[in-house]
């Protein structure tokens, strides 16, 4: 097996919009810290798999196939890059907006070509950067860091997946799979920043040394944020949790993981289409608003920012353009590379959704935000509650878990 590294700035000029948060009260005005993709590779000599992770709010679909052709365009300059390629948002809220809403939009048309050319800057340096090395797959708990954004008595505990890259005479680098949302910093912010992701990379690379790399993904992070932990939201906040989610993983690969892949290994990749019934309800927005009256007038800032983030969630379920299908359709990516499953889920499942897949299938680590986005993923048990992620999403009770179906399925025939 050959695995490579590679990476492209992603510049954003001032007074682009931003994505994330309906409140936002103007464009951009600065960089706290560059936005980048990076991409990592790996080969078995027939075919190619390369994960690029884009510090981008979401990636539609009409980006991922767009990004697809760029990759694979053959310009005699650098060889065709890979047979199957999945590009990831990292999610952060301090980015460029990319048209996303509630059941997929479309992505603006500079952000469709300046994400594209990162991609396949990135993927092609990768390629050329390839050389022979094993993998080994670390997984364990991560405190105080994320926990259920919508429940204030939730365990701060979250899992955190690290795939070691092993070169000659050490590691030369890491994928990091972090279920935990980027929104450290807050609405008001005009600056951008890849947030949590960038954050994790600087620490890891610090504690690791420039020699080797680091990817960060994040995970099923649908309910999980660090609204319950963090204890500010700047640029040193971004450092203490990056710091946390980085001295977690230097302890996890300290110890043995199991074994992801050798140099005789191979690839598999596997690809389904399903189509996601549309959520069919509507929510009591004077209800909501008096419940969010009320948590203000009583002083308390936690109830009050749960009902807020309710009355949100209302209002950013309407900005899509109306539904002209009664289906959502979504594909779910599985490879394995060697003992290593790989999951690629669009959108933003809940945590649930990636354990359930796992279940004792191996080393696997499920990824969100991948090749389409359709919106939050709720469980079928969440669709009781009327939290913020069950009112804007844009799919029927039972979407996450037809889909987590399809992706243990599909780990059968990759």
């Keep these: 097996m050959r ?4 990476f492209a700035e992603l510049p954003v000029p001032d007074g682009t919009p931003m994505g ?10 600065g960089t706290l810290d560059p936005l980048r993709v990076s991409a990592v590779t790996w ?4 075919r190619r798999l390369a994960l690029a992770v884009a510090d981008v709010i979401c990636v539609n679909t009409d980006l991922a196939e767009y990004a697809r052709r760029a990759v694979n365009l053959d310009d005699h300059a650098r060889p065709a890059a890979v047979c199957e390629l999945w590009l990831a948002a990292s999610h952060t809220h301090a980015g460029p907006e990319t048209g996303c809403v509630p059941g997929g939009g479309v992505t603006p048309r500079p952000w469709l070509e300046r994400v594209s050319g990162a991609v396949r800057a990135a993927v092609h340096r990768a390629v050329e950067s390839e050389r022979a090395a094993d993998g080994t797959a670390h997984r364990g708990e991560l405190h105080g860091v994320g926990a259920d954004r919508s429940r204030p008595d939730a365990d701060r505990t979250v899992p955190l997946d690290v795939v070691a890259v092993w070169g000659d005479g050490g590691p030369a680098g890491v994928v990091v799979v972090l279920p935990v949302h980027p929104t450290v910093l807050p609405a008001g912010n005009l600056l951008v920043s890849a947030d949590l992701a960038g954050a994790v990379r ?6 690791l040394g420039d020699g080797v790399w680091v990817v960060v993904a994040t995970g099923a992070a649908g309910n999980v944020s660090t609204r319950f932990t963090r204890l500010g939201q700047d640029a040193a906040e971004l ?3 990056g710091g946390l989610v980085a001295d977690r993983c230097v302890e996890l690969l300290a110890q043995a993981g199991e074994r992801a892949w050798t140099g005789t290994d191979r690839i598999g990749t596997v690809r389904a289409r399903r189509d996601l019934r549309r959520a069919q309800r509507d929510a009591d927005l004077g209800s909501l608003a008096t419940e969010y009256e009320h948590a203000t007038a009583a002083g308390d800032p936690v109830a009050a920012r749960l009902a807020r983030s309710r009355l949100e969630g209302v209002r950013a379920r309407a900005l899509g353009a109306p539904p002209i299908t009664d289906t959502v359709p979504v594909d779910v990516n599985v490879a394995r590379v ?5 999951v690629g889920l669009p959108g933003e499942p809940f945590l649930g959704v990636a354990e359930s897949i796992r279940n004792g299938r191996g080393p696997i680590a499920v990824l969100g935000y991948v090749n389409g986005y359709p919106g939050y993923l709720p469980t079928a048990e969440a669709y009781g509650r009327s939290d913020y992620e069950v009112l804007v999403s844009a799919v029927a009770p039972g979407s996450a878990e ?8 599909l780990l059968e025939e990759a």
């Excluded at 994330?20 to 005005?29: A, C």
């Excluded at 080969?43 to 027939?46: A, K, N, R, T, Y």
């Excluded at 037809?402 to 399925?409: D, E, I, K, M, V």
């Design 3 to 6: 695995v490579g590294y590679g």
């Design 20 to 29: 994330g948060y309906i409140d936002r009260p103007g464009p951009s005005t």
């Design 43 to 46: 080969s078995d000599g027939d």
């Design 202 to 207: 600087r620490a890891l690379r610090a504690r």
């Design 239 to 241: 450092d203490r949790l």
């Design 338 to 342: 060697g003992a290593l499953g790989l």
């Design 402 to 409: 037809t889909l987590a179906g399809t992706a243990r399925q």
